[in-house]
């Protein structure tokens, strides 16, 4: 990972799972942890999460490169949280259109 002046930084994956199973209902995670802006509706939730979570932490990723925020931020975590289950993201008025079109796509709030 890389910082905003361009230094490289060390990241700690210690919370990465690797499931056993191959089916696909075997592979989910009930685990909570870190930013709660980064958070998927289903972790929230609380019915499991997989490969759609990290998915839309992606998306938060990409609307904060672009953009400079968070988009779902907000005073309180509590509030962060509201943001996500609803699907309220404010982008601000530099997003382009395209980018907007991918983050509507990405961020859905039944991963089913």
Request: charged share 20%.
């Given at each position: 990972m890389i910082?905003?002046?361009?230094?490289?930084?060390?990241?700690?994956?210690?919370?990465?799972?690797?499931?056993?199973?191959?089916?696909?209902?075997?592979?989910r995670?009930?685990?909570?942890?870190?930013?709660?802006?980064?958070?998927?509706?289903?972790v929230?939730k609380?019915i499991?999460?997989?490969?759609?979570?990290?998915?839309?932490?992606?998306?938060?990723?990409?609307?904060?490169?672009?953009?400079?925020?968070?988009?779902?931020?907000?005073?309180s975590?509590?509030?962060?949280?509201e943001?996500?289950?609803?699907?309220?993201a404010?982008?601000?008025?530099?997003?382009?259109?395209q980018?907007?079109?991918?983050?509507?796509?990405?961020?859905?709030?039944?991963?089913?």
């Amino acid at each position: 990972m890389i910082d905003h002046s361009g230094h490289i930084k060390l990241i700690d994956f210690g919370f990465a799972k690797q499931f056993k199973s191959t089916k696909a209902e075997d592979q989910r995670t009930f685990t909570t942890c870190g930013t709660p802006d980064y958070t998927a509706p289903e972790v929230i939730k609380g019915i499991g999460a997989s490969f759609p979570a990290d998915i839309w932490s992606l998306g938060v990723m990409i609307a904060e490169i672009y953009t400079g925020t968070k988009p779902f931020s907000s005073g309180s975590p509590k509030d962060i949280y509201e943001n996500i289950i609803y699907c309220r993201a404010e982008y601000g008025s530099g997003l382009k259109l395209q980018c907007r079109l991918l983050l509507e796509r990405i961020f859905v709030v039944d991963p089913g």
